[in-house]
């Protein structure tokens, strides 16, 4: 059985900093592409950013610059550093493992509870 751990949320405030963690189970992680996704009260959960096996990185476009994605596949866990932190980025973020196809990421179901994450101005 799969099992996502995320963790490392807060409350910060605005320009500040945050690196979330989210251990892996029940998979063989370094074979997997892993993404960190968010999610805001009344919006649909996003993709953040994806990190493949390989080691190739994905961002979106309001992360980009600010955001950096990593993995340790030692220890079955990917990694979000979060700087210089918006309003705009507070949500619940969760871990996945994810397929990517023609360059889209598709995440598989195993959604964990997540971590929150506040930004206060």
């Known amino acids: 059985q799969v099992q996502l751990v995320e963790s490392g949320g807060g409350l910060v405030q605005v320009g500040g900093s945050l690196r979330l963690s989210c251990a892996a189970s029940?998979?063989?992680?370094?074979?997997?592409?892993m993404a960190w996704y968010r999610q805001a009260v009344g919006k649909q959960r996003e993709l953040v950013a994806a990190?493949?096996?390989?080691?190739?990185?994905y961002y979106g476009d309001s992360v980009k610059g600010r955001f950096l994605i990593s993995r340790d596949n030692a220890k079955n866990t990917v990694f979000l550093q979060m700087n210089s932190l918006e309003p705009e980025d507070t949500g619940i973020y969760y871990c996945?493992?994810?397929?990517?196809?023609?360059?889209?990421?598709?995440?598989?179901?195993?959604w964990g509870i997540g971590t929150l994450v506040t930004v206060s101005s």
């Open positions: 990190i493949a096996s390989g080691g190739s990185t």
């Open positions: 996945n493992a994810v397929n990517i196809i023609g360059g889209y990421y598709f995440p598989q179901d195993y």
């Open positions: 029940g998979l063989t992680f370094s074979l997997n592409a």
